[in-house]
């Protein structure tokens, strides 16, 4: 049993007039076991919780704390955030000019263990996690996000989420760019992650269809830098029908 904990956080950033604090003050916990959703409308900062959380250097944290089972997350570095169990898609380089998939996935799984994984097993490994996300065993030797489709990238996400097998998955924006095909072949992939037992996810999302095949345990709403309102499912399907007008206030969010 494991928890992510994120307490008061403040995360400000730098614009050509000053720093600009984006998170004000935001309070969340993750239990692992539980899908949790963080909705809301676009610029209210769910990207930047997340990259805040994944180590991004252009995010300043200001205050509060991101801990994991207790301990102090934003003091470690971005590799030893993976190997405490923290899966943030982002936080692998958006294109790794002359990497193959299955070089990056490789040193990934090396990195997250504190070894590389024995060759001959791997590659089956990566072919299976392929095949399930409904990908060519070739997939395995394009160069990574070279050229790759909205879909592609997300597979490959999922695909690396199946693979390292970390605790905690932050996945954002999962749903983005996805035709129905896709959407189902990458929430069945988040799926199969979290009926592994004992893994939290924190699905953040702009839109609700993607709810239609992930049932999140707890949803927050998430409204100009911090949490306007939690629920269980039932709040998903209330935004859905109403979306985030009655959250945003006029002026509040500039
Ligand atoms: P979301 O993911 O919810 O759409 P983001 O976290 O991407 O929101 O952005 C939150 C807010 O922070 C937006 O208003 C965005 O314009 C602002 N922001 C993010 N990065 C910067 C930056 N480098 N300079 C100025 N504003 C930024
Ligand atoms: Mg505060
Ligand atoms: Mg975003």
């Known amino acids: 049993m494991s928890t992510l904990e994120i ?46 959380i994944a180590g991004h250097p252009k995010y300043q944290v200001t205050g509060g704390s991101v801990t994991l089972d207790g301990e102090d997350v934003l003091s470690k570095t971005v590799d030893e955030r993976a190997r405490a169990g923290l899966f943030l ?36 490994e990566v072919n299976g996690a392929l095949d399930q996300m409904g990908m060519d065993a070739d997939f395995a030797q394009r160069n990574v996000n070279e050229g790759f489709s909205g879909g592609e990238k997300k597979r490959h996400e999922i695909v690396q989420l199946e693979l390292l097998d970390p605790k905690f998955a932050i996945l954002d924006e999962t749903d983005s760019g996805l035709d129905i095909d896709a959407l189902k072949v990458v929430s069945d992939g988040v799926n199969r992650f979290h009926a592994k037992g004992d893994k939290g996810v924190l699905l953040i999302t702009h839109y609700t269809r993607i709810l239609r095949y992930i049932t999140p345990d707890h949803v927050h709403v998430f409204v100009d830098g911090r949490v306007a309102e939690e629920g269980g499912p039932e709040l998903a399907e209330k935004l859905e029908s109403e979306g985030y007008a009655s959250y945003v206030k006029a002026g509040a969010s500039s």
Request: net charge positive; charged share 20%.
């Open 89 to 124: 898609a982002m936080q692998y380089p958006v294109e790794v000019a002359g990497v193959s998939v299955a070089n990056f996935l490789r040193t990934a799984k090396g990195a997250v263990d504190g070894q590389a994984p024995n060759l001959r097993k791997w590659v089956k």
């Open 7 to 52: 307490r008061d956080l403040h995360v400000s950033v730098e614009t050509e007039t000053g720093p600009k604090e984006i998170l004000r003050g935001v309070n969340l916990t993750v239990k692992s076991g539980e899908t949790h959703a963080i909705m809301g409308p676009n610029g209210s900062g769910k990207s930047t919780l997340a990259y805040s």
